[in-house]
């Protein structure tokens, strides 16, 4: 009779666990990867994941995770060890055996009540906050939630204002200058150059709702990305989900990444305290040194050192709104971005 053909091989961590019941331990020693390549994950889809290896950047490779990761979330943009097949042909799987350590982590909440984190995406340094300035009209609540979500992060914002051949940006521009945004303003066929110089060397990801144009404008950074483009509808002001998963792409001549996110409804803000946002703000944190013990900062506390502040013409007056608009955004239902 046949020898029966092993499932898994010696470069698997499968191979060395425990055997089911009354059997022995094969072994305690686990493999330790250090020669496994590495990879990027660009894109998830119903737990198959495309990588694209850092010693072969031009090839794709589907993978799988390693059962012993459990339930151990791997998400676009993650660092990967990765063992198998990684030639990227036709039918060829490989594994995922480790994540490396994530720099940073974007998340959200389906609401503000809701303990369930979602990762948006891993080792991102910069968040570009795309939304029109009509058709659909502006939704500051939903640029606010996401500044506060890119603070905590520790991710750069963007604010990438599209459309702007409809009406004027200066109005929303002047509503985030306080707080020193930095901002480029966009138009349908126009110049992306303004915003290439943003994206230069960066690994970017595009947040924003459905229709405001972020599919157009990975489209044109990246020619060859055939992200498909949707409409607004009419009545009601909404767009309709082009990009229905996370993809990474390279920027031309390796300048840098990209990432397209599905439009997104609802941000919640659950996994972000309240307190910790004034940490990004270095200049108004000096100033709440003296704030009595539980000061949060808002509009309403008494004897705030941000008032004091800005009574000994220490603080810019719009620039403390500006945040403590931030601090409210959390008490606005998600569901109402």
Avoid at 46 to 66: C, I, N
Avoid at 80 to 99: Q, Y
Avoid at 268 to 275: F, I, K, N, Q
Wanted: proline share 7%.
């Amino acid at each position: 009779m046949a020898k029966a053909q092993r499932r898994y091989g010696t470069e698997d961590v499968e191979h060395y666990d425990r055997p089911r019941r009354r059997t022995r331990p094969r072994t305690k020693d686990r493999p330790s990867y250090d020669d496994a390549d590495l990879g990027r994950v660009i894109t998830v889809d119903r737990g198959r994941f495309t990588l694209v290896m850092d010693d072969v950047p031009d090839v794709e490779v589907w993978a799988v995770k390693a059962r012993p990761l459990g339930r151990k979330g791997v998400v676009v943009g993650d660092r990967v060890k990765v063992v198998g097949d990684t030639s990227g042909a036709e039918g060829a799987l490989a594994r995922i055996v480790e994540v490396e350590p994530r720099e940073t982590v974007l998340r959200r909440t389906a609401d503000d009540d809701d303990p369930v984190e979602r990762v948006v995406v891993a080792n991102a340094d910069q968040l570009v906050i795309v939304t029109a300035i009509a058709d659909p009209e502006p939704r500051t609540g939903f640029i606010d939630r996401a500044l506060v979500a890119a603070y905590e992060a520790g991710i750069d914002p963007l604010l990438c204002i599209t459309k702007a051949d409809l009406a004027d940006p200066e109005t929303l521009v002047s509503t985030y200058r306080s707080l020193g945004v930095p901002w480029v303003v966009t138009q349908r066929g126009g110049d992306m150059t303004a915003l290439r110089d943003k994206l230069d060397g960066r690994t970017s990801v595009l947040l924003g709702h459905s229709g405001v144009g972020k599919s157009t404008l990975v489209n044109a950074i990246v020619p060859d990305a055939g992200r498909e483009v949707g409409h607004v509808n009419a009545v009601t002001g909404r767009g309709r989900h082009t990009s229905t998963s996370a993809l990474m792409l390279p920027l031309p001549d390796d300048a840098g990444w990209i990432v397209d996110t599905p439009g997104i409804r609802t941000f919640g803000l659950a996994h972000v305290e309240p307190e910790r946002l004034i940490v990004s703000f270095p200049d108004l944190e000096e100033a709440t040194a003296e704030c009595p013990r539980g000061c949060t900062h808002a509009a309403d506390e008494p004897e705030c050192g941000l008032d004091a502040a800005i009574e000994a013409g220490s603080l810019d007056p719009e620039r403390v709104a500006s945040f403590r608009r931030l601090l409210e955004a959390r008490s606005v239902p998600a569901y109402a971005l």
